[in-house]
């Protein structure tokens, strides 16, 4: 059934099935690195709805019960009942309904067994819909497998209003975090993107992570995903021996990685050989549980205050950064205390400092991870912008014909195209990313041109 709908939409994937991931999406055609593989139109759209009678009950129940999800959840499956559900009930007027067919196609992503409705739902559905007991039970039953669809597939659609998504093809891409192809949206539509090339019969994942985190180390992105997903990686970059994102100082000063699952608490401490190919000795067990007990608490200093205001992280960079740089140099949490202080210098116009920060971020993610990503796209242009206003060109006083030479001689427009290359690939030429340093690009071009100089 799925692989018969899959055709009909110009049959570039099928539904394959492993043992260990179950149903997964696989290539039917060879496609080259930034080719749009499909486009899906979405199978529903359900948001926040604060005037909605339906929902402010529902809303009230979620804070009354301290049920385990958000009423944005629950609004989500209650918006996917049918017509059908609905005979012999007595149902709020200000519900959506699917149509069988849709309703059919969301029942077919994955979703744990589900036998029973949990005392949320069924308090949600004795609030809302007036029936007998038997009916009560079908309905909540329904419910309950929708919203553990909906937790399990769907993608966030919008902040204001909060809303989900859900799409049929996209459901069945597995998550990497070293993914083949990428995924955006144009409008409510979801396009699949190849980050690199594929061939006919490979598996097209997705990363289920945000583009910086596919930067964070193994043990980081395992956790995410744990809480998130329910899920423990097991792809070829989260099984590789090293972790290229918790380099850490070696004695004869050369850089050493991390074994990928070593941890403080793990019985085994590895990590790989020095870069520094004259170096014979490597650190013992109690030198790696020092090493990995100073992690730790960077790592912890990092989530305390990632959230914080530029000027508190920026002042907690400088406290940490000289130890940060000195004992992990090509870590992930140094790439953010590193970030942190190229925000900082740019609010406080010290581009030249906010420039040796963004080369520093760019040059940790060329090494940790080769694939395209969009956080290495928005250093790599921050750094291309930083240079340009170095040069005395800024937004709103484009400067004078030395300072476009100074441009032209520069690194600026040769960052700038390392930008483009990976937002092009990523979301064609179509996408706001991408659009948006095009035009940033061909402004500065134009005013260079107004006073001579050609860029």
């Known amino acids: 059934e799925i692989n018969a709908y899959l055709a009909t939409k110009d049959n570039v994937i099928k539904c394959d099935s492993t043992e260990t991931k179950g149903r997964i999406a696989v290539s039917s055609k060879a496609f080259s690195a930034g080719q749009e593989i499909y486009v899906e139109a979405p199978l529903a759209i359900v948001q926040e709805d604060h005037s909605n009678k339906s929902f402010k009950k529902t809303q009230e129940l979620v804070s009354k019960h301290s049920f385990d999800y958000e009423v944005l959840w629950y609004w989500c499956a209650l918006n996917c009942l049918t017509e059908e559900d609905m005979e012999n009930v007595e149902a709020p007027g200000d519900l959506k309904m699917v149509t069988k067919v849709q309703q059919r196609r969301l029942m077919l992503l994955f979703t744990p067994s589900t036998t029973k409705p949990s005392q949320a739902v069924l308090l949600i559905t004795q609030a809302l819909f007036k029936c007998d007991k038997e009916k009560t039970q079908a309905i909540a039953l329904t419910l309950e497998r929708l919203l553990q669809i909906w937790i399990h597939n769907c ?204 080369d520093r971020r760019a040059g940790f993610m060329e090494k940790a991870y080769t694939g395209l990503n969009g956080a290495a796209a928005w250093c790599i242009e921050e750094w291309a912008s930083l240079t340009v206003r170095e040069c005395g060109v800024e937004p709103n006083n484009m400067g004078n014909k030395q300072s476009f030479e100074k441009v032209k001689s520069g690194d600026a427009m040769i960052l700038y195209d390392r930008a483009l290359h990976i937002l092009i690939n990523m979301f064609g030429t179509e996408h706001e990313f991408y659009v948006d340093v095009k035009s940033k690009v061909d402004q500065l071009k134009e005013a260079a041109k107004k006073v001579g100089v050609t860029l």
């Not at 995924?183 to 090339?197: I, K, P």
Request: aromatic share 10%; with cysteine.
């Open 155 to 358: 993608f966030e659609h919008s902040e204001d209003p909060p809303a989900y998504s859900t799409y049929f093809m996209s459901c069945f891409h597995s998550h990497s975090c070293a993914p083949n192809v990428g995924w955006h949206y144009s409008g409510d539509n979801f396009v699949l993107r190849a980050r690199q090339d594929i061939q006919a019969g490979e598996e097209l994942c997705i990363t289920y992570l945000p583009e910086e985190g596919l930067y964070e180390s193994t043990v980081e992105r395992r956790a995410d995903l744990q809480t998130t997903k329910g899920f423990e990686c097991g792809c070829d970059r989260c099984a590789s021996a090293w972790d290229t994102s918790r380099g850490f100082r070696c004695d004869c000063g050369g850089v050493r990685f991390l074994a990928s699952e070593t941890s403080v608490t793990s019985d085994e401490k590895q990590c790989s050989p020095c870069n520094n190919a004259a170096c014979t000795k490597a650190p013992d067990r109690a030198a790696l549980q020092k090493i990995m007990e100073e992690e730790e608490k960077l790592v912890k200093m990092f989530r305390k205050f990632e959230n914080n205001t530029t000027d508190v992280q920026t002042t907690k960079a400088k406290e940490v950064l000289g130890n940060s740089e000195k004992n992990f140099p090509q870590h992930w949490v140094t790439e953010r205390m590193w970030n942190w202080m190229q925000n900082g210098c740019t609010r406080h116009r010290k581009y030249a400092d906010a420039i040796t920060f963004a």
